[in-house]
């Protein structure tokens, strides 16, 4: 028997007979990837919020025929590989494959009862000859041969046994006195595990010490239920600052709804606009706002609200606070970079943008945000009693405790395209989150894990692709840096120089961009300047940060400007920013599966599908084995003499990103040359490639590992 998915699947779920268990049992513990597998439906078919396939749109793959068709093994062999590799690349479908077929293992396990009132029923909807609707189903008899109908069926309850037997009247009484005994034990309970009222009603009373069980801060302990932590965020006069209005059908004098356990189920966000704090602009500092109903964006002037629902950007280079919550006590900085700034600390680069989406926090909460991507910090600044956070990013909900005053953490999501993702058959990209607390004490609980006492520095990592629950560690300093607000100091004067002109340009984009502008008509003014670099480069990575894709590829298409060359080096790794951002982003250029849509074959570039083809392979990392295949640069070398301006600039890109580590000065190349300097710089790069007929130093060596 081959080891398939179905078959794994049937081992699983113990269908198989014994001899077959025997046999794929033996394959399994032979095979590291049919255990990764195991693990993982293991894993997927209990992880929560996990959503169900599309069954339509784009992003539909398989529909429920054929998923019954592939359990029942009736799916043609071509199908039945293209659903099983399906199932491999996304948790999603896989996780309706097992669930599936667990379901119906459970079912046709068990012999279907039929009750006899409702086959009388059956009977009597044929209308057809066979039916015969004064038929009585046959009733069971005792011991003496006489009727006997002491289980006959409930009139009204079909299945369901008389109300002549004692089992209807014994049930609901033991349930009564169930829940009589546990509501007597949970009156008990709370009275013994909450203090008397007068704890926090006051401002001056002291908040209630974190638990202290737990001290070291990489072990997690078991979740166990607490005490509505909001408790000491009164006012003076004994009102919470931020409390949502009761509804209308309930009275004054029945008491608020207890907050949620933290580390429960988290119900999705409202979808209610509401405002949820204010806008404190720092310097530089831009805030673009984009309401759920509108396709633009607009610039958030200082001091102004900032609503729940609303997509809130701060674009690359700029920082912006907001102010959440009545009391001022929790903060948001949005933190945005730009790679010019992060010559320091290698893969602060890909923090462009800061993307966030505020929620109406449930209670118990006082903050409760979506994390798009970028960098952002949360802080403490109420005197007494913890900030709550709930944070979400990437399909998780993790909830945050600031335990008190002056507590700081630092949170990045970012997401790539590794060389070994398989970005055309729709897999996700690789997706990081680093949380560092920085300054104080912080609670975290994520799903069954709590970790009550964080006490700075301490890092919490995660990613998409890994086991799906972090992992904690204790940052060095070198690594603390990289969280400094302020840009570095560089260490040679062409960084001095290049962060000085950065910093001349984002006060330059700053104050081109009024709050009566729309962003994008500020954007391509910037764009435009002939006289400042650095302004046209910061234009073009804030093109990336409010989705303007099509602005993007005119610079790669149409600047033909020899020395835009930098906009142009600009406009290709905003857009790999931009693509790793979504998976379904790459098909609004260039859909490979239907060879159509996207601005690459329309009117204004004409572009073929070969073309458009090439252009969205090279926005992303080659594999490993095509990266170091030397047929591989011979293709790029003659790209640089095509008679596209955006594939000569793509093959140079990926050239000098190939050739990282050769032993020999790499040629000068300008896309936008005129012909024959193109085709001299695309001859030297070709006399470094290694050819069957010669040695080259492209590609490089290897480089020789360390002592």
């Known amino acids: 028997m081959r080891l398939t998915l179905r078959t794994l699947l049937a081992y699983l779920d113990d269908t198989l007979e014994p001899h077959e268990i025997k046999e794929i049992g033996q394959k399994v513990a032979e095979s590291d990837a049919a255990q990764e597998l195991v693990a993982r439906i293991k894993q997927?078919?209990?992880?929560?919020?996990?959503?169900?396939?599309?069954?339509?749109?784009?992003?539909?793959?398989?529909?429920?025929?054929?998923?019954?068709?592939?359990?029942?093994?009736?799916?043609?062999?071509?199908?039945?590989?293209?659903l099983e590799k399906t199932c491999l690349e996304s948790d999603v479908h896989l996780a309706e494959v097992a669930s599936c077929h667990q379901i119906l293992t459970l079912v046709l396990g068990e012999p279907a009862l039929v009750p006899p009132t409702a086959r009388e029923r059956m009977y009597g909807l044929v209308k057809g000859r066979e039916a015969i609707p004064y038929r009585k189903a046959r009733v069971a008899a005792n011991a003496a041969g006489e009727a006997d109908d002491r289980d006959a069926d409930d009139p009204l309850l079909p299945g369901m046994p008389s109300s002549r037997g004692w089992l209807i009247w014994a049930l609901p009484l033991a349930a009564v006195l169930v829940l009589a005994v546990l509501a007597v034990a949970v009156w008990q309970g709370l009275s013994e595990s909450h203090p008397p009222l007068h704890v926090a009603v006051n401002s001056?009373?002291?908040?209630?010490?974190?638990?202290?069980?737990v001290t070291d801060p990489g072990k997690a302990a078991p979740v166990t239920p607490v005490a509505p932590v909001d408790v000491a965020t009164k006012d003076k006069d004994g009102t919470p600052p931020v409390?949502?209005?009761?509804?209308?059908?309930?009275g004054p004098d029945k008491p608020p709804e207890p907050p949620p356990t933290p580390g429960g189920r988290a119900a999705a966000p409202s979808k209610e606009r509401v405002v949820a704090g204010r806008y404190v602009p720092g310097r530089p500092s831009i805030l673009v706002q984009r309401q759920a109903d509108q396709a633009g964006w607009k610039r958030v002037v200082p001091n102004a609200a900032v609503s729940t629902t609303d997509d809130l950007v701060s674009l690359p280079g700029y920082s912006s606070d907001l102010d959440l919550g009545a009391d001022g006590g929790a903060h948001v900085l949005l933190h945005g970079n730009v790679p010019e700034f992060s010559f320091a600390f290698p893969g602060t680069e890909f923090l462009m943008e800061s993307a966030v989406k505020l929620n109406k926090p449930e209670a118990g909460f006082d903050v409760d945000l979506t994390l798009g991507r970028g960098r952002?910090?949360?802080?403490?600044?109420?005197?007494?009693?913890?900030?709550?956070?709930?944070?979400?990013?990437?399909?998780?909900?993790?909830?945050?405790?600031?335990?008190?005053?002056?507590?700081?953490?630092?949170?990045?999501?970012?997401?790539?395209?590794?060389?070994?993702?398989?970005?055309?058959?729709?897999?996700?990209?690789?997706?990081?989150?680093?949380?560092?607390?920085?300054?104080?004490?912080?609670?975290?609980?994520?799903?069954?894990?709590?970790?009550p006492n964080l006490a700075a520095p301490v890092a919490v990592s995660w990613n998409n692709k890994g086991k799906g629950t972090p992992e904690l560690r204790r940052p060095p300093p070198e690594e603390l840096a990289m969280w400094a607000k302020t840009p570095p100091q560089g260490a040679v004067q062409a960084e001095m120089d290049s962060i000085a002109q950065m910093l001349e340009a984002l006060d330059k984009v700053n104050r081109n961009m009024t709050d009566k502008k729309a962003v994008e008509t500020a954007l391509q003014e910037s764009r435009s300047d002939p006289n400042s670099t650095p302004t046209r480069v910061l234009a073009v990575y804030c093109f990336g940060a409010v989705d303007g894709a099509d602005k993007l590829l005119d610079v790669l298409c149409n600047d033909q400007d020899p020395a835009h060359y930098l906009d142009r080096n600009a406009a290709i790794f905003t857009l790999r920013r931009w693509l790793s951002r979504d998976p379904d982003n790459g098909k609004l250029l260039y859909d490979y599966k239907k060879g159509e849509a996207g601005p690459l074959l329309g009117q204004k570039y004409h572009y073929q599908d070969n073309e458009a083809e090439n252009i969205l392979d090279e926005l992303h990392d080659f594999p490993p084995n095509i990266a170091r295949d030397p047929r591989t640069f011979v293709r790029l070398t003659n790209q640089l003499n095509s008679k596209r301006l955006a594939i000569r600039e793509l093959a140079y890109?990926?050239?000098?990103?190939?050739?990282?580590?050769?032993?020999?000065?790499?040629?000068?190349?300008?896309?936008?040359?005129?012909?024959?300097?193109?085709?001299?710089?695309?001859?030297?790069?070709?006399?470094?490639?290694?050819?069957?007929?010669?040695?080259?130093?492209?590609?490089?060596l290897p480089m020789a590992p360390g002592p």
Do not use: C
């Open 653 to 700: 890109w990926n050239l000098l990103h190939l050739s990282v580590g050769a032993r020999v000065k790499l040629p000068d190349y300008n896309a936008a040359d005129d012909a024959d300097k193109r085709a001299g710089a695309a001859d030297a790069w070709r006399a470094l490639v290694t050819t069957p007929d010669k040695p080259g130093a492209l590609p490089p």
């Open 44 to 82: 997927i078919t209990r992880r929560r919020r996990l959503t169900t396939p599309p069954a339509t749109g784009p992003g539909a793959k398989f529909d429920a025929n054929t998923v019954a068709e592939y359990l029942d093994n009736e799916l043609s062999s071509d199908l039945v590989a293209e």
């Open 376 to 451: 952002i910090y949360l802080s403490s600044r109420r005197q007494q009693g913890p900030v709550t956070v709930r944070l979400r990013f990437a399909g998780e909900v993790w909830d945050l405790t600031l335990r008190e005053a002056e507590t700081e953490v630092g949170v990045d999501l970012l997401s790539d395209y590794m060389p070994d993702i398989d970005y055309r058959g729709g897999e996700k990209p690789l997706q990081l989150l680093n949380l560092t607390v920085l300054n104080g004490k912080a609670g975290l609980v994520v799903e069954s894990q709590e970790y």
């Open 243 to 250: 409390e949502p209005p009761p509804p209308k059908d309930k």
């Open 204 to 213: 001056n009373d002291k908040a209630p010490p974190p638990p202290d069980h």
